[in-house]
């Protein structure tokens, strides 16, 4: 079991950053991929970005190319957001899996809302 716990959300002006973080613990983080997804309301869940176990290889959506950066260490995984728009307003969950690539993850953190405002 991997438990993950999601943090850094809130309310930022369109334009502004945020910082999530998602701390990791029980089985050995290290040997996960490691994503971040979004969901809103009436849509599907997107992955947003995803980082392999060495952390050699990423993954973004093309919506946030350009602007997200996903990045790991030993216990945490982190996904810099910057030039945010209203549009990527949603709950943001990260995830973790022991395959790359993959869209299927075994293990999901509650998640944190992220709120842009025009």
């Known amino acids: 079991q991997v438990q993950l716990v999601e943090s850094g959300g809130g309310l930022v002006q369109a334009g502004g950053s945020l910082r999530l973080s998602c701390a990791a613990s029980?089985?050995?983080?290290?040997?996960?991929?490691m994503g971040w997804f979004r969901q809103t309301p009436g849509k599907e869940r997107e992955l947003v970005a995803a980082i392999s176990w060495t952390g050699h290889n990423t993954y973004y959506a093309d919506s946030v190319k350009g602007r997200f950066t996903i990045s790991r260490d030993n216990a945490e995984v982190y996904l810099q957001m910057n030039s945010l728009i209203p549009e990527d307003t949603a709950v943001y969950h990260c995830?973790?899996?022991?395959?790359?690539?993959?869209?299927?993850?075994?293990?999901w953190g509650q998640g944190t809302q992220v709120t842009v405002s025009s």
């Open positions: 029980g089985r050995t983080f290290s040997l996960y991929t």
């Open positions: 995830a973790a899996s022991s395959r790359w690539p993959t869209v299927n993850y075994d293990y």
